[in-house]
């Protein structure tokens, strides 16, 4: 995730750079072995882009319901999608173009959140602690 937040950094400008590409780009960087899950999300000011691959998760709330959300990927029970060298991410991925409106709320969770909290727990959490003027930091 370090060489997609540099990808994403050093791409700011251009026009065409989609989530999907900074993820693949990062795979390509990768030099640990092994495999991991993904998940890189961009606002371009209207619509929130996100591209994921495995069991990470991504809701928007609005108005105290979850209005969107990603869905985990897997082989099989507590068997996710992941990214490995060999493997070309495209073939993977899950893009997402969801329409934000002032007030939504982003969360981005790892499988650990939603193995273990219902979506709408979460949704109902964010919410009470907005109403309650409570900072994303005190948020744990």
Known sequence: MDSSKKIAMENQGPPGMRTEEVLAMAVVEARSPGSST?????????????????????LVIRNGQVYAQTKAMTYGFNFPLQIENSVDPSRLV????????????????SDGLLDNVYDHEVASIVSKSLKADRKPTVLT
Request: charged content about 10%.
């Open 94 to 109: 899950q893009n997402y173009a969801i329409d934000l409106q002032e007030g939504a709320t982003i969360v981005t969770t």
């Open 38 to 58: 993904g998940l890189v999300a961009h606002f371009d000011g209207q619509v929130l882009h996100v591209s994921n691959i495995g069991d990470l998760g991504l």
